[in-house]
């Protein structure tokens, strides 16, 4: 089974970037164009953004603390902190549209 399979209908109607904006279990999820019922991507990619999300966010605090430490690193603080914050965002987005299966929507409003 492909991970582009939407989990309500198993027709393969999902593109990686479809994927990609389909968010994590956390969000509503987008639409299957044939059946169009919400899916979202599953656990693995769940787990993958706060993962990923903690070890930015460890970064930023030590790049934080280290920050009035050298020259270099104070002119380089903020340009360094804001690469990893749109990271966060951007990162999890490109894997989820490679890796990863789609599946329900288990958020009870998206059924409203
Ligand atoms: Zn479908």
Known sequence: MSIYTCPHC??????????????T?????KPCPKCGKLCVNGKGATVFEAV???????FIV???LNGLKSEWMFTHEMPM?????????VVP????????RLVQSIRLDAYK
């Open 10 to 23: 198993g027709e393969k109607t999902f593109t990686p970037i479809k994927k990609a904006v389909s968010g």
């Open 25 to 29: 279990m956390k969000s509503k999820g």
């Open 52 to 58: 990923y999300c903690l070890i930015a966010f460890a």
């Open 62 to 64: 030590v790049i934080y």
């Open 81 to 89: 902190c804001i690469c990893l914050l749109a990271s966060m965002y």
């Open 93 to 100: 987005r490109i894997v989820n549209a490679f890796c990863f």
